[in-house]
Each structure stands twice: as C-alpha cells, then as structure tokens.
C-alpha cells in the first residue's frame, strides 16, 4: 500500500523558514510527479509547486515563486518542500501528492494518484 507521510511543519515567525519533507512508498518513486498543495482555514486547497518525474522540472504558484524550492532525492523516496521568507498568509495545512508519469493537470490535487495526510505551518505575525 502506498503512503505519503509528510513532515516537518510546526510554528515560525514571519521571515522565518521551514523544511517539509515527504516520505513516499513507492517502488519506482522515480517515475511520480510529487507535489505539494495548502489548504488554509475556510479556503479551498490550492497548487503550491510540483517537481516532474522525466528531467526535474519545477513549477510553482506565483504566490511562492522565489521564496519555495521544490527538490526531491529518488535514493531516499522524498520530495522537499523549502519555504523561506514566510508570510502569516502562508498558514495552512501543506499536503503531498503524487502522479505517475507526467500530468498536464499537476496543478490539479484531484489529478494526483496518491496523497498525504499533511502537515501544519504556522506563520506568526
């Protein structure tokens, strides 16, 4: 059976940084699209950056972009999530996901084959 089992969420100033981490079970994670998606209090969950499977390409939400990186190690089954310069309104429960093969709709939690339970981020003002 498949898990993502995501990490290192937890309570920061603003300015601050966090590393997330998830831990995917899957033989040839090699060949997954990972993503991370947020979902904040009364918000619907939105696209926050993917990494694709063939050639390690990122994309991320304009929202993020210069301030989260987005990395994976196949050795250990784990895809990264960076996030510097928090902001309050980065608040939200951060969710892995994952494809195989490449989606066009990877900004899409709904195209993703397998997802995580998640974890908090808390950015205090």
């Known amino acids: 059976q498949v898990q993502l089992v995501e990490s290192g969420g937890g309570l920061v100033q603003a300015g601050g940084s966090l590393r997330l981490s998830c831990v995917a079970s899957?033989?040839?994670?090699?060949?997954?699209?990972m993503g991370w998606f947020r979902q904040a209090p009364g918000k619907e969950r939105e696209f926050v950056a993917a990494?694709?499977?063939?050639?390690?390409?990122?994309d991320y939400a304009d929202s993020v972009k210069g301030r989260f990186t987005i990395s994976r190690d196949i050795a250990k089954n784990t895809v990264y999530l960076q996030m510097n310069s928090l902001k309050p309104e980065d608040t939200a429960v951060y969710y892995c996901?994952?494809?195989?093969?490449?989606?066009?709709?990877?900004?899409?939690?709904?195209?993703?084959?397998?997802r995580g339970q998640g974890t908090q981020v808390t950015v205090s003002s």
């Open positions: 990494i694709m499977w063939s050639g390690g390409d990122t």
């Open positions: 996901a994952a494809a195989r093969l490449t989606t066009s709709r990877y900004t899409d939690y709904t195209s993703y084959t397998y």
């Open positions: 899957i033989r040839t994670f090699s060949y997954y699209t």
